[in-house]
């Protein structure tokens, strides 16, 4: 029994995992945080792509979404992060740079993001939708310049309609960290696994990473309803 | 340019699809008149009033604030678009809308609201801003409300900021469509005597409604449409007491 719940393994020292889970759990908020951004500025730039751009844009960005959505995450990611790596230093050698090696931070938060701009460029086109277009007229009726709309009108309106999407892109934000596994980052679910093989205490070491990723959750929960409660400061609700 | 008149249409055409709603308006709208548009459901009022913002873009004519008329060019669905997007922005800055539906920002405070457009469209500095929203708050009767969110007021309240909000840029002429017809019976009068206070002021108006007497009363100039065009116009009395069309006579009737 000692070998599977020994806690004295959790140890922040050496040979303790502690460290090295936490600094996998950083790692891992760190991922999902940059994907996070990512993609919300890509779900801004794509749902008014797709609201008020041209033709082309708007097939473009239809493209992009229904890839997205339709192939698998675990899929999406490989084929971006090893296309994208390939076709980096391909390009950085065509250049003249010589091969580049991007690291592991930044190709997954790219990889994460990518993936998170599909959806959240469906989650802020509906937002926008379901803003009241009096409300945006209004804007444009006082002669404000249609970047200054999207600032200081479209985006702070539709943002109550787009939170509880976007923080559920959170969560799966947070989770889809441990896909990057499979590629070789050391995130929090790939210490676990190292740290399990070499002590055998898996199922120690799994529900604290499980433990880590509900903390994750519930600290998220509190900061995502604060926000939430702000956004919502105009709107009376309708319960 | 004092005496150019503040809005001039020059046979407005607007079709959507294969409606055509106005059908070659012509109208003048000189310094500090007030003209009241009058005519049933669906005659084109609205679209009428939105043509002089552009926020819809006619198919034919021309429109022209204080003398400067708006540079439209053909486009290929067959309406004319913007030419000139910073003339239109700087036109539309000094022209104020009031919505049946206020349109205030409900993310922001009726304090907000007001100081908006001077600061971010206008470049006035905030303390100026403020000072002079709140001078106008106090003239609506909102003095004390301006920290408030708009969707918790009444709707009275916020039609009132929303004047004010558009008292904020000095407009040199304010639209108004229907601005009391989303509003309680008991609530009309206090956004109607907002209204006539303006007026008394000489501030050029365009205002859509179907409140007939107060429109007789404040109105310089009546204007009857229906379906697209203008049948009958002229000054209160005789638009309300001698009118001629027989449509007219009978939409009065039905609306008194
Ligand atoms: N965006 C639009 N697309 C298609 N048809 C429209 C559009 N806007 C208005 N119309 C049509 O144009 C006609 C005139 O509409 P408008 O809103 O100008 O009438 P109105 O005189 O303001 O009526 P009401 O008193 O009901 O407000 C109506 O038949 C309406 O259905
Ligand atoms: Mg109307």
Request: glycine share 10%; hydrophobic share 45%.
């Amino acid at each position: 029994m000692t070998t599977i719940f020994d806690l004295s393994l959790l140890a922040f020292e050496p040979p303790g995992w502690g460290k090295v889970l936490l600094v996998g759990f950083l790692r891992s908020i760190e991922l999902a945080a940059g994907g996070y951004l990512l993609g919300i500025l890509i779900g801004i730039f794509g749902a008014t792509g797709k609201l008020y751009g041209n033709k082309v844009v708007r097939d473009l960005l239809e493209i992009y979404t229904m890839v997205i959505r339709a192939v698998p995450e675990l899929v999406l990611m490989l084929l971006f992060y090893y296309v994208g790596t390939d076709l980096l230093s391909r390009a950085s050698t065509a250049m003249g740079f010589g091969s580049v090696n991007i690291d592991g931070l930044t190709a997954g938060i790219l990889v994460i993001g990518l993936v998170q701009g599909g959806y959240a460029t469906e989650v802020i086109r509906g937002a926008i939708l379901a803003i009241p277009r009096g409300q945006i007229e209004a804007a444009h009726a006082f002669g404000m310049p249609p970047s200054k709309v999207l600032r200081r009108v479209t985006l702070p309106a539709m943002t109550p309609h787009a939170l509880p999407g976007m923080a559920n892109l959170w969560m799966i934000a947070t989770k889809d960290t441990a896909l990057l596994a499979v590629i070789g980052f050391s995130e929090l679910t790939l210490v676990t696994r190292q740290a399990a093989g070499a002590t055998q205490s898996y199922i120690m070491f799994f529900l604290a990473a499980g433990v880590l990723y509900l903390a994750l959750t519930l600290v998220s929960n509190l900061a995502l309803r604060r926000f939430e409660r702000y956004a919502r400061r105009g709107l009376v609700s309708a319960r | 340019m004092a005496n150019e008149p503040a809005i001039e249409i020059r046979d407005l055409r607007k079709r959507f699809g294969s409606l055509e709603v106005l059908k070659g308006i012509s109208l003048t709208a000189g310094q500090g008149d007030i003209v009241a548009i009058i005519g049933g459901s669906g005659s084109g009022k609205s679209t009428l009033l939105r043509c002089i913002n552009l926020l819809e873009r006619p198919t034919s004519g021309e429109v022209a604030i204080q003398g400067e008329t708006y540079r439209m060019r053909a486009s290929r669905h067959g309406d004319l678009e913007i030419a000139d997007r910073r003339q239109v922005q700087r036109i539309r800055a000094h022209l104020g809308m009031v919505f049946q539906n206020f349109n205030l920002w409900p993310h922001r405070t009726v304090l907000e609201n007001v100081i908006e457009v001077p600061i971010h469209v206008l470049g006035m500095k905030r303390d100026e801003a403020v000072h002079r929203a709140e001078k106008l708050l106090d003239r609506v009767g909102l003095g004390s409300k301006q920290s408030m969110y708009p969707g918790f007021m009444s709707g009275g309240q916020q039609q009132r900021a929303a004047i004010a909000r558009v008292l904020a840029v000095d407009p040199l002429a304010m639209l108004f469509d229907e601005p009391t017809s989303a509003l309680d019976p008991e609530l009309v009068g206090e956004v109607l005597s907002v209204i006539r206070d303006l007026a008394a002021e000489q501030r050029t108006m365009m205002l859509v409604t179907h409140e007939m007497a107060f429109a007789r009363d404040v109105a310089s100039h009546v204007v009857f449409l229906r379906e697209g065009v203008i049948e009958e116009q002229g000054p209160p009395e005789q638009i309300f007491g001698d009118p001629r069309s027989p449509h007219l006579k009978q939409f009065i009737s039905s609306v008194a």
